[in-house]
């Protein structure tokens, strides 16, 4: 089974950068999709980014396509998130998620197709 810690968050203006790490203990990490969830506010929890086994798949919600880059790096097992051109409605809780093993990479993952999750990171952006 895999843990998740997530690291990296903070407070930042609006138009900076930050980038996310998630590092996961393991030995099945290469077989594992990996997600980026995040939170705001009062709000649900919503689908960020995803990336598939080795990396060659990515999606991305609308909301963070184009400034966001989700990698990882599987002989270190660990995932990132560089967040480009913040925005204030980009503050919350950012979660990494990790899938059961095989599981592939689709476009609008649901919660519930992920059993592990990190504690979360809170990034806030500032106007």
């Known amino acids: 089974q895999v843990h998740l810690v997530e690291s990296g968050g903070g407070f930042v203006q609006a138009g900076d950068s930050l980038r996310l790490s998630c590092a996961a203990s393991g030995r099945t990490f290469s077989t594992i999709t990996m997600a980026w969830f995040r939170q705001a506010p009062g709000k649900e929890r919503e689908f960020a980014a995803i990336?598939?086994?080795?990396?060659?798949?990515?999606y991305y919600a609308e909301s963070v396509k184009g400034r966001f880059t989700i990698s990882r790096d599987n002989a270190k097992n660990t995932m990132d998130l560089q967040m480009n051109s913040l925005r204030p409605e980009d503050t919350g809780v950012y979660y990494c998620?990790?899938?059961?093993?095989?599981?592939?990479?689709?476009?609008?993952?649901?919660?519930?197709?992920?059993?592990?999750w990190g504690q979360g990171t809170q990034v806030t952006v500032s106007s």
């Open positions: 990336i598939s086994q080795m990396g060659g798949v990515t």
């Open positions: 998620a990790a899938s059961s093993p095989y599981w592939p990479a689709i476009r609008n993952p649901r919660q519930s197709d992920f059993p592990t």
